[in-house]
């Protein structure tokens, strides 16, 4: 028999210091568990680490925008964002300059974040298609791309307008996904499913 290997769940539960709402500052004190704690508007966000096929697509993202990126800008999985005393959060990936790189040792300002991207998963489709998008807006991120792996796979490609995002543009595999922000890079988001050759 075949099939996919599963692990059962944890019982253990976890006791988190103060309560909410909670701030940021809060969240350094939360204890390395493996889980993902996000905050918006001081309420607290909880992702389980995730499963092998985000973590396939996000590495191949990474990949794909490294070889794009002129020598300015650096392409970076899951970093956190302050995006204020009660706002924090992990995109799957980040563009920053260079720069800010340097300059930063904890968590980036939504100032330094020229593109985020988040890999939905079934755990966070609400979060990833609605509440992420406005807060990415909000903070004033310019460029936002939501990756679609249920949808074979595609990417949706968000770009900042005012205070919201335009509509998206929708590439879908086995087209090429050409985009200038914030950066020239052109892709087919098949490649984000695809084994290594």
Same mark, same amino acid.
């Given at each position: 028999?075949?099939?996919? &290997?599963?692990?059962?769940? =944890?019982?253990?539960?976890?006791?988190?210091? @103060?309560? +909410? +709402?909670?701030?940021?500052?809060?969240?350094?004190?939360?204890?390395?568990?493996?889980?993902?704690?996000?905050?918006?508007?001081?309420?607290?966000?909880?992702? !389980?680490?995730?499963?092998?096929?985000?973590?396939?697509?996000?590495?191949?993202?990474?990949?794909?925008?490294?070889?794009?990126?002129?020598?300015?800008?650096?392409?970076?999985?899951?970093?956190?964002?302050?995006? @204020?005393? &009660?706002?924090?959060?992990?995109?799957?990936?980040?563009?920053?300059?260079?720069?800010?790189?340097?300059?930063?040792?904890?968590?980036?300002?939504?100032?330094?974040?020229?593109?985020?991207?988040?890999?939905?998963?079934?755990?966070?489709?609400?979060?990833? &298609?609605?509440?992420?998008?406005?807060?990415?807006?909000?903070?004033?991120?310019?460029?936002?791309?939501?990756?679609?792996?249920?949808?074979?796979?595609?990417?949706?490609?968000?770009?900042?307008?005012?205070?919201?995002?335009?509509? =998206?543009?929708?590439?879908?595999?086995?087209? /090429?996904?050409?985009?200038? =922000? !914030?950066?020239?890079?052109?892709?087919?988001? /098949?490649?984000?499913?695809?084994?290594?050759?």
């Amino acid at each position: 028999m075949t099939g996919k &290997r599963t692990m059962e769940p =944890a019982t253990r539960r976890t006791i988190l210091p @103060g309560g +909410p +709402p909670f701030t940021v500052d809060d969240l350094l004190t939360f204890p390395d568990d493996g889980n993902r704690y996000e905050l918006f508007d001081g309420s607290l966000l909880v992702s !389980p680490p995730p499963v092998p096929p985000h973590q396939f697509a996000s590495l191949r993202l990474v990949r794909v925008l490294e070889d794009a990126a002129p020598p300015e800008f650096e392409p970076l999985p899951a970093v956190g964002l302050r995006a @204020g005393r &009660r706002d924090f959060f992990v995109p799957d990936l980040v563009v920053v300059p260079t720069e800010a790189v340097e300059e930063t040792e904890l968590m980036f300002r939504p100032e330094d974040i020229l593109l985020a991207v988040e890999i939905v998963s079934p755990t966070t489709e609400a979060r990833d &298609r609605h509440l992420k998008r406005a807060a990415y807006a909000a903070a004033g991120i310019p460029a936002y791309w939501r990756i679609e792996l249920s949808e074979g796979p595609s990417v949706h490609v968000h770009e900042l307008a005012g205070d919201e995002y335009k509509p =998206a543009e929708r590439y879908d595999a086995g087209e /090429a996904a050409t985009l200038l =922000a !914030p950066f020239g890079v052109r892709f087919d988001p /098949a490649v984000l499913v695809r084994p290594r050759a």
